[in-house]
């Protein structure tokens, strides 16, 4: 390990650390353009200059450009360094414009910072500027190359890191600009990183444009709540109102970076149409007496129907608090415990993956980046979670294999094997896996490599000569007995590697809603309404039309209620059709504790006081509201109402119901420590807990590795988008731009079987109506699978996600007359 | 639509590099060689050829000056503006020329389309300086009564 001396301190970094980011360690931030931790060294802006006094290297050298080496004396201060690093600054701002004042970056610029520290203030260049013409971008980016300084951070990013090929260098010398070849929306969905990575103000944030400085702004940390990742965020809030996001580093996580899903999903919080008041009987009314009337009714049809008839429905975007609190009210009422997934598969799956969940074996993102070789078996990373595609692109960069186990026509931006594989095929082909990888790693010759005709056998030769592999696995489509499986395989693997195990599930809580679901699924729950079981539902920050896919079913279902008591700070029929509605506050307003599919716990703070949206209830500029109160702020933590609603056994403070938990819940023993190690997360450990590994038990211990395909037909999975699917993010205006119309895919043989092609109107029929798409043949998909992109606001006429549907029952639309064929 | 032609050419030069994007600028310069210039339809049929993306090859197409992504005339003249040509006088070959041909400058084309004029850094012929190319001919040793002659022999 090299030992050093900067500015006169002494410091050892691990061999190969440039200059720039040993002097980082000392807290000494060399300036730099485009130097940058996740994109590297390439000595274009020549900014980091420094004096090398002593030792290998001598003279004025870039110090993003050299390796720390033994005995070198650095000086960052020294008065050559210094003035060059000024006269650089003077050529970069040559041709940049002097208009900080109409610049969105001022204020957050790294080159006015580094303009203003260089002491150049008076431009001596008096010849013609160069300038360039912007591009439209989409909704996500604004475009302004006259204020490029050529660091190239922008395509190193987009290209290199990101995968991305719709924005590139054009042109040479001082022409040289960043863009596409003609205006248009980047295709990336990670785009958005481009306005925090360019150091000045070429890509800036477009929604956010113009509504204030980052000074202006109150900014704090939060995570992200979009996908179960929990990507780290910093919220920029300003007037009352969630105005921007950026990505804040997490080295276990994120890294750097976050995904526009993430970036550009927060408009629910501030939006006009969000509901703050609470109603009862249809009037207005304060929280208060909303919930003593709640309160009073639930118990009143409790005594009325027994407790069974009062049932509770949870949601996988609440705080842990607002999942605990909702637990301990039906524990204290003694109404049974609520339902926190949408069916009994997708609790069984998500059960499983948790109760697998084991400190030795469970990774983070940042150790699928490691990874040497990946099997994702079941998952469409870039729409279930995003970010995962970029940290899968990171390790093939360095070198790993992807290998890509599912029905659907996967798309990710880097070099991949996909093995399109039937879903209900899972199980048994990650079984094979098992078998091979044992059998070679007791007899090395047993297998041949790499046969490319038997790509399963490449796929078990791969893991076996694999140091560290990680297995992916969703919980979207893959059944129990395919989640089993891959746990074991990743267990398997541990005998002699560093092998690591990853699931995605389906929501930011869904790892403590698997650990807290002790009951039924939504899906039941309806059924139960539907029967006349159950009078009054307690639904809380979720839109059972969101997740229960026939509408139809739900409505008439609900109808049937005596009462209808919802929690939320959504607008949708859940809230409209409610008999007692009370208004919740958002992780912007309140914070909350989330815990990613990883078990890793991260507490957020608010980040903004709750009340309308300034610019929704004052037209001046500067807004402003002259009067008493603010409007629209009765929300509360559904944490608070939820207790409050439990009486006498209401929690105190939301530490209490972490600490409770803790005592109570299997699974969330880590909770206990208040505060983990200085600079760690705490990780929820639930392997091996009895309890949850029992209940799976119960639900899915005759699940067979290979069901027979029940009658031929197709296999219909309804699968999540990256923009358009999930419940928060498919309300922001920027993001619907984005979004692509949902297509049914379908493999060409089986497109030729049925006589369709691609481009067709096509009508499904289920018993009762029809679901109307478009069919895309798609390539590489499995055979009998026919793959629907999700809408968030489905017409779906099958009551589960995923369905069989018989070949007669697709029927081709003649467009001409927009009926069905006979 | 590429010819069948150009198709051929691109598919032959092709096979000399390790990935089809290798073959960019060969590519570029043989629909160039057909059609004068690369219009962004060209662009878009090479780039597919390739298995590229338009910008992708569009970041290459702009990198080289001698690929045109804006029509040309007939015939390009490359008028060396560099060290050697600049110290023997290359200014006032520029002023001929554009005397001559009716221009403003560097950049533009004759109303009858017949000659484009650009500058050039360095044809590699300093000895002779100051020096012209016209499409693939050099001319050396210029003055106001060689360039006369020379521009006459193109149509
Ligand atoms: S656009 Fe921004 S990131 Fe890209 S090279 Fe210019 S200054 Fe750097
Ligand atoms: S990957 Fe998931 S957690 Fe991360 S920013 Fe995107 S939606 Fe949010
Ligand atoms: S940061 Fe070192 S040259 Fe740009
Ligand atoms: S400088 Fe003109 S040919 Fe070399």
Not at chain 1, 269 to 296: C, K, N, Y
Not at chain 1, 342 to 361: F, G, I, M
Not at chain 1, 394 to 402: L, M, P, S
Not at chain 1, 616 to 628: A, D, I, K
Request: include cysteine; proline fraction near 6%; glycine fraction near 8%.
């Amino acid at each position: 390990m090299p030992q050093l001396t900067i500015d006169d301190h002494p410091i050892e970094v691990p061999t190969g650390t440039k200059v720039i980011a040993a002097a980082e360690q000392l807290g000494i931030m060399i300036p730099r353009f485009c130097y940058h931790a996740a994109l590297g060294s390439v000595g274009a802006c020549r900014l980091c200059a420094v004096m090398f006094l002593d030792g290998p290297v001598k003279g004025l050298q870039m110090s993003c450009m050299v390796d720390a080496q033994d005995g070198m004396v650095v000086s960052t201060t020294d008065a050559k360094a210094v003035d060059f690093r000024r006269q650089v600054i003077e050529w970069l701002m040559l041709h940049h414009p002097h208009d900080c004042p109409v610049c969105d970056e001022g204020g957050h610029c790294l080159l006015q910072d580094h303009t203003v520290s260089s002491g150049h203030a008076i431009r001596r260049y008096r010849g013609a500027k160069r300038t360039h013409r912007d591009q439209y971008l989409g909704p996500l980016l604004q475009h302004e190359m006259n204020r490029c300084i050529q660091c190239y951070r922008c395509s190193r990013y987009y290209q290199d890191f990101a995968g991305a090929r719709d924005l590139s260098v054009m042109q040479i010398g001082n022409k040289v600009y960043f863009g596409r070849d003609r205006d248009g929306t980047l295709q990336s969905p990670f785009a958005g990183n481009l306005a925090d990575i360019c150091p000045t103000g070429v890509f800036t944030d477009k929604p956010s444009r113009y509504m204030g400085r980052r000074w202006d702004y109150e900014r704090s940390p939060a995570v992200c709540i979009h996908c179960s990742l929990g990507c780290n965020i910093v919220v920029s809030a300003r007037y009352r109102e969630v105005v921007r996001l950026e990505a804040r580093f997490n080295p276990h996580i994120n890294g750097y970076f976050m995904c526009d899903r993430g970036r550009h999903g927060y408009t629910y919080t501030s939006a006009a149409g969000r509901p703050r008041q609470a109603i009862f009987e249809g009037q207005p009314a304060d929280v208060d007496a909303t919930l003593q009337h709640a309160a009073e009714r639930l118990t009143s049809i409790a005594r009325m129907h027994g407790l069974a008839a009062v049932a509770c429905i949870g949601s996988l975007r609440s705080s842990v608090e607002a999942q605990g609190a909702l637990v301990r009210l039906c524990n204290a009422q003694g109404w049974p415990a609520p339902a926190f997934f949408d069916d009994d598969e997708r609790l069984a799956a998500v059960q499983t993956a948790v109760a697998q969940q084991h400190a030795q074996v469970h990774v983070s993102l940042r150790a699928v980046e490691n990874a040497d070789a990946v099997i994702v078996a079941g998952c469409d990373p870039i729409a279930e979670a995003p970010m995962l595609a970029l940290a899968l692109r990171q390790a093939q960069r360095r070198g790993a294999t992807i290998v890509v186990i599912d029905p659907r026509p996967i798309e990710l931006p880097l070099a991949f094997q996909h093995i399109p594989l039937a879903a209900d095929q899972l199980a048994a082909c990650l079984d094979d896996l098992i078998t091979r990888v044992g059998t070679v790693a007791h007899d090395p010759g047993a297998l041949e490599t790499g046969s490319p005709a038997d790509p399963l056998a490449a796929a078990a030769d791969l893991l076996v000569r694999s140091r560290r592999p990680v297995i992916v696995c969703g919980t979207d489509l893959p059944n129990v007995a395919a989640i089993r499986q891959a746990g074991k395989l990743a267990r398997v693997l541990r005998e002699n590697r560093d092998s690591g195990l990853f699931h995605v599930l389906p929501g930011a809580n869904a790892y403590s809603a698997a650990l807290l679901n002790r009951g039924r699924s939504m899906a039941q729950v309806a059924a139960d309404i539907a029967q006349g079981a159950v009078k009054a539902l307690l639904v809380v920050e979720t839109d059972p039309f969101h997740h229960l896919p026939n509408r139809k079913r739900l409505t008439d279902a609900l109808a049937r209620l005596e009462l209808l008591v919802t929690l939320d700070y959504l607008d949708g029929p859940h809230t409209r059709k409610a008999h007692v509605f009370l208004p919740s506050t958002t992780i912007f307003e309140s914070g909350g504790t989330f815990i990613n599919q990883e078990g890793r716990v991260q507490k957020t703070a608010g980040a903004l006081q709750g009340g309308t949206a300034l610019r929704l209830v004052s037209n001046t500029h500067p807004p402003r509201l002259y009067g008493q109160g603010i409007p629209g702020n009765q929300p509360m933590p559904a944490w608070l109402m939820l207790s409050a609603l439990s009486g006498e056994s209401a929690f105190g403070s939301s530490a209490d119901i972490l600490q409770w938990l803790a005592r109570e819940v299997p699974g969330f023993e880590n909770l206990k420590a208040a505060q983990p190690p200085t600079g760690e997360d705490l990780l929820l450990d639930s392997a091996g807990r009895s309890e949850i590994g029992r209940h799976c038990l119960d639900v899915t211990s005759e699940s067979p590795l290979n069901p027979p395909n029940s009658g031929g037909g197709l296999h219909l999975l309804s699968t999540e988008r990256t923009f358009g699917s999930e419940e928060l993010s498919c309300r922001s205006p920027q993001l619907i731009e984005l979004e692509s119309t949902p297509q049914a895919r379908l493999a060409p043989s089986e497109a030729r079987r049925l006589a369709l092609k691609d481009g067709d109107r096509i009508a499904l029929a289920a018993e009762n109506g029809f679901y109307e798409t478009t069919l895309k043949v798609a390539d590489n998909m499995a055979e009998g699978t026919l793959a629907v992109g999700r809408h968030c606001h489905p017409d779906w006429p099958w009551d589960g996600r995923h369905a069989r549907i018989a070949d007669r029952s697709i029927k081709k639309i003649d467009q001409r007359e927009t009926k069905i064929n006979p | 639509m590429l010819t069948p032609l150009e198709e051929e050419e691109i598919k032959f030069v092709a096979e000399h590099y390790a990935s089809l994007d290798g073959a960019a600028i060969e590519a570029l310069k043989i629909v160039q060689r057909h059609r004068g210039w690369i219009s962004d339809d060209s662009l878009r049929d090479v780039a597919e050829a390739l298995a590229m993306t338009t910008t992708e090859l569009d970041s290459v197409a702009t990198f080289y000056n001698l690929i045109f992504r804006q029509p040309v005339g007939r015939h390009v003249i490359l008028l060396c503006d560099s060290v050697s040509c600049w110290i023997m006088g290359y200014d006032n070959i520029l002023e001929i020329l554009k005397r001559r041909l009716n221009i403003a400058g560097f950049g533009h084309t004759t109303a009858d389309g017949r000659f484009t004029l650009l500058p050039h850094v360095c044809l590699g012929a300093c000895d002779r300086a100051p020096v012209m190319m016209i499409d693939d001919r050099l001319y050396g040793e210029l003055d106001a009564d060689k360039i006369d002659a020379i521009l006459a022999q193109y149509e």
